[in-house]
């Protein structure tokens, strides 16, 4: 029993973060010139979006889970 609740605040906390936040976020480096020594790069973020239903879901089920454990 005490694994379902244990699961159930995992979930619930996962699902706040992803409604507070709304997509993770992180940083890439890329290559634009490479001519002998001479090397020229960039930052280039990108999101991956969370849906705001995924986070609904997982603190509802999150829910659930805590009262059945």
Do not use: C
């Amino acid at each position: 029993m005490k694994q379902l609740m244990l699961i159930g605040l995992i979930l619930i906390v996962f699902g706040t973060g992803a409604l507070v936040y709304k997509g993770i976020t992180y940083t890439t480096r890329q290559k634009i010139i490479n001519i002998g020594s001479i090397e020229a790069s960039t930052d280039i973020r990108k999101t991956i979006p969370l849906s705001p239903v995924l986070g609904g879901l997982s603190i509802a089920s999150g829910i659930e889970l805590v009262i059945i454990g």
